[in-house]
């Protein structure tokens, strides 16, 4: 009897090459009724918080000695009706109050920058986060125009933790953001 040798080793290959491929760590987001879709690490938590409001919470732990805690994730909104350009929408005067439900002051550190990403036009900036008992905060906000809305990504992090831990992952969830109808006729 001869040894199956050839068909068992592309049997284990492709078997492979498809848990592999099946590994990739993301879980598409996806609503239908706002066109928009994108990819996040499968261990963060996607919850609707208010109406329009979702946060993609971090799995990772905020380790601090103060008594208050800040939960490190991203905050995405969604404004409706919003027709003019996103330029407009940050000199209409952005305000975080309606994403995040704590006292805090926070100061733009860069200025706005405009990039297109999948064909969809973004304004984004950094900014420190002033909140009572916690220090060293940072906020990092995209704007996405989609049609006649504004999806409005937050992220909130620990300054030390940001480059360390979170930046990458915030530029990932960001750059897979494109409309769901580019993504159904998959569309980069």
Not at 12 to 24: E, G, M, N, V, W
Not at 28 to 45: A, Q
């Amino acid at each position: 009897m001869k040894p199956i040798r050839y068909p068992l080793l592309v049997l284990i290959l492709l078997c492979s090459a498809s848990l592999f491929a099946q590994q990739d760590g993301n879980e598409l987001y996806k609503d239908i009724n706002n066109n928009f879709v994108f990819e996040h690490p499968d261990n963060w938590l996607v919850e609707n918080y208010i109406e329009d409001v979702l946060i993609i919470h971090s799995p990772y732990e905020y380790d601090t000695d103060n008594e208050e805690e800040i939960s490190q994730g991203i905050y995405l909104g969604i404004i409706n009706d919003w027709e003019d350009d996103l330029e407009d929408f940050y000199e209409f005067g952005f305000s975080l109050e309606d994403y995040i439900d704590f006292h805090y002051d926070y100061e733009p550190i860069t200025r706005p920058k405009k990039e297109r990403i999948n064909g969809l036009q973004t304004i984004g900036f950094e900014s420190e986060l002033y909140i009572e008992n916690l220090d060293d905060i940072i906020a990092i906000i995209h704007f996405v125009k989609i049609n006649n809305r504004v999806i409005v990504f937050l992220g909130v992090f620990s300054q030390d933790h940001y480059q360390e831990i979170y930046e990458d992952i915030y530029i990932d969830i960001k750059h897979s953001t494109k409309t769901y109808m580019d993504w159904r006729m998959g569309k980069n």
